[in-house]
């Protein structure tokens, strides 16, 4: 299966999929990694890992509508088959979530349908929860929305501070991500069978 991640920024989760998937953990082709900042330091992630990297950012595109034209044209000249946002801060549009049904997934820091949007962990713990954790569901047109694949829970003691609770999530992110990836690869290569 050909994957694609698409991130902004930091790129933990893309490093663990790399890493799983270099280890064969995940029985899948990395064939790209798109930025929409050329400046994100995933990019430097993935150069490391020897996979294609690209980036353009919306303000080189008259609207929001050419820029995703370009993402679809892209995805396709590199043929993916599964997409898999890993901290990729934008909505995906009407265009790609059709030339990829059920094929783009996400990791949310959050037990959907609680606290979606971009900052899960903070309204989580601002919330006073004792509970929150970490959600990867399919992309549909909402804002966090989409079917339920999987989640891994966090507890919140009283002694965390919100850094201490980023990092738990975090960890349970990136056990969580590699792992969901290599079953939805296996369920594919089972439906192809
Ligand atoms: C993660 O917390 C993920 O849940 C959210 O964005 C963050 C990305 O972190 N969607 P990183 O760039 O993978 O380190």
Do not use: W
């Not at 920024?9 to 995940?26: L, M, P, R, T, Y």
């Not at 082709?29 to 430097?44: G, K, M, R, T």
């Not at 959050?110 to 713990?125: C, E, M, Q, V």
């Amino acid at each position: 299966m050909r994957i694609a991640v698409l991130a902004s920024g930091n790129g933990s989760n893309f490093e663990v999929i790399a890493q799983a998937i270099k280890d064969k953990e995940i029985d899948a082709e990395l064939v790209l990694l798109f930025s929409d900042h050329h400046d994100a330091y995933v990019l430097e992630r993935g150069k490391k890992f020897g996979v294609p990297c690209e980036s353009f950012e919306l303000k080189e595109f008259s609207d929001k509508k050419n820029y995703e034209a370009a993402l679809l044209e892209l995805l396709k000249r590199y043929k993916a088959e599964l997409v898999v946002l890993a901290g990729y801060m934008r909505i995906i549009g009407k265009e790609l979530l059709e030339a990829f049904p059920n094929r783009i997934v996400n990791i949310h820091p959050a037990l959907l349908p609680n606290f979606p949007g971009l900052h899960g962990i903070k309204d989580a713990y601002e919330a006073g929860v004792k509970e929150t954790g970490v959600t990867i569901h399919f992309v549909d047109s909402g804002v966090d929305t989409g079917p339920i694949i999987a989640q891994g829970k966090v507890q919140v003691a009283e002694s965390d501070r919100l850094e201490d609770l980023e990092k738990k999530i975090h960890q349970v992110e990136h056990q969580l991500y590699p792992q969901v990836l290599a079953e939805i690869v296996k369920e594919f290569h089972r439906d192809k069978e």
